[in-house]
């Protein structure tokens, strides 16, 4: 009794689909048709340094324009995109877009992107990433990536030397979401991040639950004492953000500077900040 109206002889919201293998399906097949219609698109969330105020670079956050289902949120295609194996195909087709994005923007902000532990745990990872930023002609120094706890198996050796090419490279390496994940300070101590980013979940309980700032502040010691700087994500009000700015000198995002924009919003506001690349000087000599 189902309305027939694909090409496979269902739509994807009919009542009648009633089992989630169903659903399950008609969402892979609508993202390996999103992969080959470009409906992943790169939004962009501002990265502030806490001390001035101002901008230092955008995260790329995953969305999916999906024909029938609207923006849909990464927590949602990329799981299954990692379950297919096409989460480095999908990650690696919004970097491309990502670095041609940024290369509008001034010549001092960053790019930082998110990488699934799948994707960092191939050994060929490094050199397809270099391969990305040397196609688009991007500089490697101002491009970031961040990798979560569950990267960092017990193969410290293996990841380390992951991290050290990447640097080697240029590249600034992030640890994301600190605090949720099962990261020893043994695997801390040994492995060299850039920067390491204090998740929203103890960055929103400031002020609210007892232990929290305590619990940042530590943190932020750690931090200092390894020589890694901090990002706090997740910064939703400005009592959180003085209580922030009081810890120390820390890099932080969230809501409260707005929510993640698109390539055309990012646009508009470098535009106002004078912020945008500009153009090329003429080579000297040229026409003298
Ligand atoms: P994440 O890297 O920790 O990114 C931060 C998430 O928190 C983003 O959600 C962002 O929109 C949200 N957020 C930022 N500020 C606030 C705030 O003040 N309040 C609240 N409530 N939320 C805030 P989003 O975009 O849904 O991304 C979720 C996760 O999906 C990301 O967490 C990241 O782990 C993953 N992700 C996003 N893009 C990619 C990608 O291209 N590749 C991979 N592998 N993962 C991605
Ligand atoms: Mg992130
Ligand atoms: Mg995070
Ligand atoms: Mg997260």
Redesign the pocket.
Known sequence: NAKKCGKNGYCWFEPQMENELQFRNALETGIREGLVNGEFVPYY?QQIDLENGELTGF????RWHSPRLGVV???VF?PIAESMGL?AEL?EQ?IEQALEDAKEWDADLTLS????PL?FNDPWFPQRLLKLLVKANFPPQRFEI?I?ESCLHDNVALVRSMIVSLRNQGIKVNL??FGTGYSSFAQLRSLPFDRIKID?SFV?AIGREGGASQIVNAIVSLGQGLGMPITA????DDETLDNLRALGQLKG????YGR?ETIEQVRERLEGLGRLARPAEPVDGAGA
């Open positions: 969330e995260e790329m956050l995953a949120a990464p927590d990329i989460i990650s919004l992107v998110n990488i699934s994707q961040e979560t994301d979401d929203r929103s994500e997740g910064i939703e995002q969230g809501y409260i993640p």
